[in-house]
């Protein structure tokens, strides 16, 4: 379907829906200057995430881990919300979006006004002792992070981590319930710039479209998964997006 035809039936899908959620991954904030995960020059193909994202390696030596998480963390630090993040909120003022279900950490998001926001892979924004569980804001101990080799804990001198899933790690269990029934009871699930190769989260649109829901994917390029949805916008989210919300705007 063509991009403009396949705009169109998505907004007036978006309008005519019970429930709309969204499913958002890591392409939702390319265009903020985050880096994607895969692809040719994603993440992982400059580090390997066995080495530098697993709970497993974690536990052996942190110090990779936070080597990898102070040469890419700045940019969390700074990043600003998209047109694409800013098209979601509006969605949701507009009571056109039930909610946002987001395997991003990056905590955009809230920053572009989303109030229903379902993280189910955690929020760099906050950084979690291992031992203890005392959390700190990120931003509060950048300082600190910057300096120490693994930041420790100022209560127990356990090493510090953020509250991000890594592999091996199970997904926080409230969050991701939240987000299976939110998808079970969506009439429409519309996933932005993921590649949905990461499970339990790749599962989601699958619950969702035998629920009865019909999906909808806008991501730069083809997706392994593609056949599932019943419209597919190729393009940039932050340009996608602010387009559909326009033609609900315009369109009765
Ligand atoms: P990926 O890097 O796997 O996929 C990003 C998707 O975004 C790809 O399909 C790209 O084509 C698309 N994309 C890139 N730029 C875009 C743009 N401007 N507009 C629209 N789409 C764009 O990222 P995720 O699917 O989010 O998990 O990855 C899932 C999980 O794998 C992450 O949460 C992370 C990672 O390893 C953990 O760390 C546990």
Known sequence: MEAYSAIMSIAHEIKHAR??????????????GLGTFRGKDGLWSKYDPAVVASIESFKRDPRKFWEFAREIGWIFLTAKPNAAHIA???????K??????????DGLHQRAGSKRVIEIHG?????????CLAEYATEKIVDRIAR????RCDRCGGS?????????EPLP?????QALKKVRSADLLIAVGTSL?????????????????????IDSERTGWDDLCDYKVSGPAGEVLPRIVQAIRITF
């Open 160 to 168: 510090l981590k953020p509250d991000v899933i890594l592999f091996g």
């Open 88 to 94: 979601l909120a509006e969605l949701e003022v507009m």
């Open 123 to 131: 929020n760099a924004g906050r950084i979690i002792c291992t031992r």
């Open 197 to 217: 190769e990461v499970y339990p989260a790749a599962s989601l649109p699958e619950i969702a479209k035998k629920s009865g829901a019909k999906i909808v994917s």
């Open 148 to 151: 120490e080799d693994v930041p």
């Open 19 to 32: 429930r709309t959620v969204a499913l958002t991954g890591a392409g939702i904030s390319a265009e903020s």
């Open 96 to 105: 056109r979006l039930d909610s946002v279900i987001t395997q991003n950490v």
């Open 173 to 177: 269990k409230r969050a991701f319930d």
